[in-house]
């Protein structure tokens, strides 16, 4: 899936750039050249359900 959403990222208007992380849990962090970008990156539907699965898939581990 992050590899799926980097690529997602990596084609958006306005991405600068992308650093992530991965070991047992990973993050990814976006950089985004306005404000603008990052809402329309925020409310993309492809990372908005990504985003719920890694947050149902953290909380299933506490």
Same mark, same amino acid.
Request: net charge neutral; hydrophobic share 35%; charged share 30%.
């Given at each position: 899936?992050?590899? %799926?959403?980097? $690529?997602?990222? %990596? $084609? ?19 950089? !985004? ?7 329309? !990156? %925020? ?8 985003? $719920?699965?890694? $947050? ?7």
């Amino acid at each position: 899936m992050s590899n %799926k959403m980097i $690529e997602l990222a %990596k $084609e958006q208007e306005g991405v600068l750039g992308i650093e992530s992380a991965r070991n047992e849990v990973g993050i990814t962090v976006s950089y !985004w050249n306005s404000l603008e970008a990052i809402k329309k !990156w %925020k409310f993309n539907i492809e990372h908005s359900e990504a985003r $719920e699965k890694g $947050e149902k898939y953290l909380v299933s581990k506490i």
